[in-house]
């Protein structure tokens, strides 16, 4: 039987040897052995629940949210089906958008005027319409849907700005080499969280009662996934945000 050591697994995977671990004590992804010497060890079937955890995470799933999915989802074959299905139709939403995207760059390039029934395919945000009504209901789906459109796009822009503001804060702090339960981590944390609970029907939204869950998943996320430990300089900075939301969390949610 084939096995990978943590670090094999945490390379191949593309996440860290602590974010296993951590899996590992929240009862999410066991090792299937444990050397003598302490180390662990992953077989074929935890490197499949891997697999399945981080599809999960990309979805926007916390980590007490996917250890509900994977105790009620027995059957891996159906399950990773449904997740194959998913990732197809974000690879053709992700193409729409690149063709999308060349045709302005060209455009503007060679003076052309713009084919505005063009320049917006494949970003429709109703393409996660499933998988939200899926996880918190039709409701969940509908509320932010409304709240969502109803912005404008000026309101839109205000709200990426904010987003790309908060992760510049974070990113000069984290940096700075102050604490992550210290007043100005805690400033920020706070309204990262009251970014995020702005949302109607998400389930960071106050009247969700999954908040706290939430926050410190996503949190996780932040760690786990590389591409989201990127928008706040790399694993570091994102441990940094991970330790403040969680401290946030657990005092304020």
């Known amino acids: 039987m084939t096995e990978w050591s943590i670090q094999q697994v945490a390379r191949l995977a593309g996440t860290t040897s602590r974010a296993l671990r951590h899996y590992g004590a ?3 992804l066991a090792a299937s052995r444990v050397g003598a010497n302490g180390y662990r060890y992953y077989d074929d079937a935890a490197l499949v629940r891997l697999q399945r955890i981080l599809l999960l995470r990309d979805l926007g799933l916390g980590l007490p949210q996917i250890a509900e999915v994977l105790a009620r989802d027995d059957a891996e074959v159906p399950a990773l089906r449904g997740h194959l ?8 939403r992700l193409a729409r958008q690149i063709a999308s995207v060349e045709s302005t760059i060209t455009a503007l390039r060679g003076g052309e005027g713009l084919m505005a029934e063009n320049m917006f395919d494949g970003f429709d945000h109703t393409h996660y319409k499933h998988e939200v009504e899926q996880r918190w209901g039709a409701s969940a789906y509908a509320t932010s849907d409304t709240w969502w459109r109803g912005m404008g796009d000026e309101g839109r822009a205000q709200w990426r700005q904010r987003s790309d503001e908060l992760a510049r804060d974070w990113v000069a702090l984290a940096q ?5 339960d210290g ?3 805690q400033a920020i944390a706070r309204r990262h969280v009251d970014w ?20 410190i998943g996503l949190g996780e996320m932040y760690v786990a996934d590389p591409r989201f430990a990127a ?5 570091a900075g994102a441990e ?7 401290a946030y969390a657990q005092a304020n949610l």
Request: glycine fraction near 12%; charged fraction near 20%; proline fraction near 4%.
């Open 196 to 215: 995020l609970t702005a949302i109607p029907g998400s389930p960071a939204s106050a009247e969700s009662g999954d908040a706290a869950d939430y926050i």
């Open 176 to 180: 700075s080499g102050d604490v992550a």
């Open 240 to 246: 940094f945000v991970r330790d403040a939301l969680r």
């Open 231 to 235: 928008n706040y300089g790399g694993a």
């Open 85 to 92: 299905a998913w990732l197809r139709q974000e690879q053709q």
């Open 183 to 185: 007043e100005a981590a």
């Open 26 to 28: 929240v009862g999410l």
